[in-house]
């Protein structure tokens, strides 16, 4: 018999004008609530066992402050441009927007970073669609990310004093940024992250390595992360403004 560990539901809360759209996620593996607000989404994640009166009832708590977190958020503009892929535009790398250009050359299908702009080769008989172009630039990504944030694991699991995990995996995800394995032998890392700033970079990673010594986000696990890392609240909201055009 299969048991559900998590379940997932869209909900709406009427306060005075507004109304407020938010999910909640109900997990098995979690033992508190959690409140997420970004640009993008609210978000509530929770015991299985918690009553839906009860989680409407943190919504309605922090309804005010919801409102303003998101009006903040519609005010402010993101750093890093989403990609066109066209000759012309630019392509995030490390939380700057660099210059892409695009050549139709008798040479070997490729791209590459240097002197601050991307050049992308494209054999003449080959269709130069923005796909394509897409897909020379998420090769080249992936490439890139494998060994950096690889060594920043490693880095972190030394600060942190904790066993490294076994497995780091690098792969596309479009919802989270990265996540711990059950058994903490495996950390998963979004490739996109490499479009970020470092210090962003290194706050995902702290953030997961935390979650090898605190598997909940209890205040145990913040008091953690900020001794680590006392202005991570600040890349957190990088995040929220700029992590749309990341992914």
């Known amino acids: 018999m299969t048991v559900t560990t998590e379940i997932c539901s869209k909900h709406e809360l009427y306060y005075g004008t507004s109304v ?27 015991p299985f066992d918690k009553p839906d009166h009860e989680i409407q009832k943190i919504i309605q708590n922090k309804a005010k402050w919801i409102l303003k977190k998101q009006k903040e958020y519609r005010d402010m503009s993101p750093e890093v441009l989403k990609p066109a892929f066209k000759d012309g535009s630019t392509l995030p790398y490390l939380g700057k927007n660099y210059p892409l250009k695009i050549f139709t050359r008798e040479a ?27 897909k020379l630039y998420e090769h080249w990504l992936m490439k890139l990310a494998r060994p950096v944030l690889k060594n920043k694991v490693q880095s972190y699991s030394e600060k942190l004093g904790v066993t490294e995990p076994k497995k780091v995996v690098i792969k596309r995800l479009k919802n989270r940024w990265g996540s711990i394995g059950k058994n903490g032998d495996t950390i998963n890392l979004n490739v996109n992250l490499v479009k970020a700033p470092e210090d962003v970079v290194n706050y995902i990673i702290l953030h997961e390595m935390c979650h090898l010594m605190i598997k909940e986000h209890s205040h145990q696990y913040w008091d ?23 992914l």
Request: aromatic content about 10%; hydrophobic content about 40%.
């Open 20 to 46: 407020i759209k938010y999910s909640v996620i109900k997990s098995r593996r979690i033992k508190t609530s959690e409140l997420i607000v970004d640009n993008n989404e609210i978000l509530v994640r929770t």
């Open 108 to 134: 070997k299908n490729s791209i590459s970073f240097a002197d601050g702009q991307f050049i992308v080769n494209i054999w003449p008989s080959k269709n130069v669609t923005t796909q394509y172009v897409e």
């Open 224 to 246: 953690l992360l900020h001794k680590f890392m006392p202005d991570y609240e600040e890349k957190a909201s990088w995040l929220n403004i700029n992590g749309g055009n990341l």
